[in-house]
């Protein structure tokens, strides 16, 4: 048993998102908590547990079945480490070529690849955020067609939602994610509420092209703790400054993305997430929803 704070089974659920119902029986039928056990028979949770049960969440939301995610997870690696012989290098190769011949079934098997061998944030970060930051220089030099880059986006942007079943349940708090009106570009956005999921967030995804105006209106039934906005062109926030900050006078509102930057976030006095979308989720805490 590793040293370190020990829990009970409560605090460990809300830490990690999973009802206590649960991880019982995570541990009962797979063995993932390892428990110590007071003289009154009070049952405590380490460090470690915590570790192999966010693991298991990851290997979960990635696709695999319980029991594949329960092996991953007690293997006693490092999280990033991948599984058996599935190489990193080789697996970003795969995707990329199979993309760029239009080969679905060869992009959908490095996919497979990827989430199973790598926890989920590793994989964002890693492998799917360079190669949708490349394919975006591509398209700006006109390197790549219009049918590549649809097709790669809708290859990865399938995958993305696939892993995002689900995401806005739980008693987390609430982040409401969209694009401002003209923007299209969504799948950062994706990975950022996937990040956030990771960290225990609901999430309430609204998507590409989306009216502030409508976003505000949702605010009383969603009660958000965050609104976030992404997009490539800071144009697009431009365009939209004046809803941009009556929204953000009722709620706090974030704005990321290539078009997103510190001077645009002061001079609509809203917050600025100009870093990666992992490091930003990780960094991200939680305060009080609308303002009303």
């Not at 460090?47 to 969440?57: C, K, N, S, T």
């Not at 970003?92 to 760029?100: D, I, P, S, V």
């Not at 790669?152 to 995401?167: E, K, Q, T």
């Not at 923007?183 to 956030?196: D, I, K, N, S, W």
Request: proline share 6%; glycine share 12%.
């Amino acid at each position: 048993m590793s040293e370190g704070p020990r829990l009970r089974i409560g605090e460990l659920s809300r830490r990690v998102g999973v009802s206590p119902e649960l991880l019982r029986a995570w541990e009962t039928r797979y063995g993932v908590l390892r428990p110590e056990r007071t003289a009154g028979g009070l049952r405590l949770f380490s460090e470690e547990d915590e570790r192999r049960v966010r693991l298991m969440r990851e290997h979960i939301a990635a696709g695999l079945s319980a029991s594949e995610a329960a092996r991953l997870a007690t293997l006693g690696d490092d999280p990033s480490a991948p599984d058996g012989d599935a190489s990193l290098a080789e697996i970003e190769t795969t995707l990329t070529r199979g993309l760029e011949a239009l080969n679905e079934s060869m992009a959908q098997a490095a996919l497979d690849r990827l989430f199973k061998a790598y926890t989920l944030p590793f994989a964002l970060s890693e492998v799917i955020l360079p190669f949708l930051r490349r394919l975006g220089e591509r398209w700006a030099a006109g390197a790549t067609s219009v049918a590549h880059e649809h097709f790669a986006s809708n290859v990865i942007g399938g995958r993305l939602r696939a892993l995002a079943g689900g995401w806005g349940s739980g008693v987390g708090p609430r982040a409401i994610l969209a694009c401002p009106p003209g923007e299209q570009h969504e799948l950062g956005l994706l990975c950022f509420g996937l990040a956030l999921r990771e960290r225990s967030w609901r999430i309430a995804y609204l998507g590409a092209e989306t009216p502030l105006p409508d976003i505000a209106d949702a605010l009383s039934e969603l009660s958000p703790s965050i609104v976030v906005l992404s997009a490539i062109a800071p144009q697009r926030f431009l365009d939209a400054g004046e809803e941009l900050i009556a929204l953000g006078c009722r709620v706090r509102v974030g704005i990321g993305g290539a078009g997103a930057d510190h001077v645009l976030a002061r001079e609509f006095g809203v917050e600025p997430l100009g870093g990666d979308a992992i490091g930003e989720a990780a960094r991200l805490a939680p305060r009080p929803g609308p303002r009303g």
